[in-house]
């Protein structure tokens, strides 16, 4: 419909002559992209946004285009839905001709919802620096955010100021990475002195996140998302891979490497800090699956295992959920001295005739 | 905007004299076209009317050359609701855009805001001239410099920061999944398709009482202190942190010196050096989050100057830095809060008198000058 809904004409200030018709033509699949065409080669065409009680704005910025007997505006960037313009011609002897055009809302279409929060575990260590939020539809990015998403205590009271205030997106704004505020773990730090820290010890929690928090559209998500989990005590410990637990794939086969940890490790950072290299140092290409609680990884290699020694290397970044990483511990002093070299990688050797 | 300033402490009368006789050059091989800024992060400007756009999602510093350098009459008058102004002209209503960036190219005076577009995630820049004209400063066909911030696996998502340090290019950035932070440096002038060293930095970090390598920068500047180039760094903990550019290698770590605490629960957001009577100082404003509980002023955004002189302070760094505070009392009259610039969201320096700042109001936020402090 709106395709060809052509445009109002509405008044006209000096109508000794007829006017030149004034059209917002949307663009073919898009309601947002519009041209501003009039069938006249003289006067200054212009497109503002309305507000509530219809007084203009300031000019849109976009480019004129002459057309043989007519001329178009074309807006550089595309209107808002829900919003209401209107195109002014002024003619070269003082007429003014205008027509409006709605912007219509977006389809009925499913909301964003909140399709995964890591770490995914129901316990987390008291000193747990970040959360992953993973939406469903790219999200509205803006420091609103931080005050849509709570923690709230075992009363249902939120938190004070539990976030460093930081958006940290993923490119398509499906993933938040939410900070709890590092100057509220780490011990010494006035911010945890004055305020104490984010999460005590054996209790128990919600991250809330509020329905209004919106799409890149502007629409409030489906329903609000709550994870329930209680504390234990901070992590003070890095996580060794020395500790890890690997189980042989057999030679020849598709069958995964699967490894255990014996804690929950970064979602994130267990999908790019692992990596599996054969006796040439060729990295082997394959999938990897991320087990429940982030207590797991395996990986199913795209060609048969050779049966010969297989490298599994980490990345000494590798972070558990309070930021240590194998090198080193999130709330280190520099100056107490060197921590023993970490193993940055364990080998195996795909079973013959397992 | 974070940075501009090139004016420095205890400047020698001979730097300034051959500074001022050969301005530096910014830019050596160029490029013509479009340099497909994913995401705008942070603007800045070098010398000669150069801007300079932080792209994390681009792991990339783009350099374009503005063609800007007529000075001209600044903003005489102030504009209230700047926010909705600035998204009219695209089309959009104030909550329709975020207000990113503000960068004044000292070359004009010109307002430059970096501009994302809610609806589609576009990025644009915008500038205010001095009589309220709001224009596009486009980006598809520019005289522009890429220089690579991408490479092993320091990835970086947001860039916290860029600063033109006259012999260096100075960037932070931050990644979406680790607690790090990396200095870029690029030698200057800057070459299509250079890639940033990358270092790491250390830090003396006074409330901890804690030497930290891995805690995000969110603000540089650059400051020359006896023709000696260094960066200034704020962090969220907030010390003021002074690094000597000299000392970079690449893939090293450069140890820095805290020289000052502003104190806990304040997240340093735009800061510059000037002169006033004579006499150098720093302005930062910040955005405090205690402000419900504890406020500084009317605003949780608040700002505060220093004397340039604790930057230059050689004995009392690191664990025997300058406190701003004793608890919630001002513990030295060397840092001084500013009242007229409470509420003050992003700001950058203007001439040398005076600061163009997005202040919030109760209809939105005003683009406005007041006098340096």
């Keep these: 419909m709106l395709r060809f809904a052509l445009l109002l004409v509405t008044a006209s200030l000096a109508a000794k002559q007829p006017l030149p018709i004034l059209e917002i033509r949307p663009m073919a699949d898009d309601p947002t992209r519009v041209e501003v065409v009039v069938q006249s080669k003289e006067g200054r065409l212009s497109l503002v946004l309305l507000d509530e009680e219809g007084h203009d704005g300031p000019p849109i910025l976009g480019k004129v285009r002459h057309r043989g007997k007519s001329m178009a505006f074309i807006p550089k960037y595309g209107l808002g839905r829900g919003l209401r313009y209107r195109a002014t011609l002024l003619g070269p002897n003082g007429s003014r001709d205008t027509a409006t055009y709605s912007v219509p809302n977006l389809p009925r279409s499913e909301p964003a919802v909140v399709k995964q929060v890591y770490p995914s575990a129901s316990t987390l260590p008291a000193n747990n620096l970040k959360f992953y939020l993973h939406f469903s539809k790219p999200m509205r990015e803006g420091k609103a955010i931080f005050e849509q998403i709570q923690i709230l205590d075992n009363g249902g009271d939120p938190i004070p100021h539990p976030w460093r205030r930081v958006e940290l997106w993923s490119h398509d704004a499906t993933r938040l990475t939410l900070w709890i505020h590092p100057g509220r773990i780490k011990k010494g730090v006035n911010l945890r002195e004055d305020e104490g820290p984010v999460l005590h010890p054996n209790h128990r929690y919600v991250l809330l996140v509020s329905r209004k928090v919106r799409n890149a559209e502007g629409q409030p998500l489906g329903h609000s998302y709550r994870k329930e989990f209680v504390t234990c005590n901070p992590d003070y410990e890095r996580p060794l891979p020395s500790k890890w637990q690997i189980s042989n794939p057999g030679a020849g086969t598709l069958e995964p490497l699967r490894i255990r940890f014996p804690e929950s490790l970064d979602h994130s950072l267990l999908h790019r800090m692992l990596t599996i290299h054969d006796d040439q140092a060729k990295t082997v290409a394959g999938e990897l699956l991320i087990g429940p609680s982030e207590t797991s990884w395996s990986f199913t290699p795209k060609e048969p295992w050779r049966p010969s020694r297989h490298l599994l290397r980490i990345d000494h970044e590798l972070e558990d959920l309070a930021g240590n990483t194998p090198a080193r511990l999130f709330d280190l002093d520099l100056q107490a001295g060197n921590l023993a070299n970490p193993v940055l990688s364990l080998d195996f050797s795909p079973l013959q005739n397992k | ?373």
């Design chain 2, 1 to 373: 905007m974070k940075r501009t300033l090139l004016h420095a402490l205890f400047l020698s009368a001979l730097s300034a004299a051959y500074a001022f006789a050969k301005p530096p050059q910014v830019l050596s091989k160029t490029t013509k076209g479009n340099p497909n800024v994913k995401a705008i992060d942070v603007i800045g400007f070098a010398p000669q009317g150069v801007l300079l756009i932080g792209d994390g999602q681009g792991a990339q510093i783009v350099a374009v050359r503005t063609g800007d350098l007529a000075l001209a009459q600044s903003l005489t008058k102030a504009i209230p609701s700047i926010d909705a102004k600035l998204a009219g002209v695209i089309g959009a209503k104030a909550d329709g855009i975020e207000i990113l960036d503000l960068a004044v190219n000292p070359a004009s005076g010109k307002a430059y805001f970096a501009i994302r577009k809610q609806d589609d995630k576009s990025h644009l820049i915008l500038t205010v001239d001095g009589k309220g004209k709001i224009s596009e400063f486009s980006l598809e066909k520019v005289d522009y410099a890429r220089i690579s911030l991408a490479g092993g696996k320091n990835s970086i998502s947001r860039v916290t920061d860029v600063a033109w340090a006259d012999t260096q290019l100075v960037a932070a950035g931050r990644s979406a999944d680790q607690f790090a932070s990396k200095i870029f440096a690029i030698n200057t002038p800057l070459s299509h398709d250079a890639k940033g060293n990358v270092y790491s930095a250390e830090t003396y970090h006074v409330q901890h009482r804690r030497w930290e390598t891995k805690a995000p920068m969110s603000v540089l500047v650059p400051y020359r202190e006896n023709d000696r180039q260094y960066v200034i760094g704020a962090f969220s903990c907030t010390p003021v942190v002074k690094y000597p550019l000299d000392a970079l290698k690449p893939d090293a770590k450069v140890k820095g010196s805290s020289v000052l605490e502003l104190g806990s629960g304040n997240r340093p957001l735009d800061m510059f050096t000037y002169e006033k009577n004579g006499r150098p100082y720093v302005l930062t404003n910040t955005f405090r989050f205690h402000h419900k509980r504890k406020a500084f002023g009317p605003s949780p955004y608040w700002t505060v100057k220093f004397e340039q002189g604790i930057l230059a302070e050689k004995e009392k760094v690191n664990e025997k830095a300058l406190w701003r505070l004793k608890g919630y009392d001002p513990a030295t009259d060397r840092v001084q809060i500013v009242e007229a610039f409470h509420g003050v969201r992003q700001m950058d320096k203007l001439g040398d008198g005076h600061a163009l700042v997005l202040k919030e109001e109760k209809n939105g936020l005003t683009l406005t000058t007041l006098a340096l402090p």
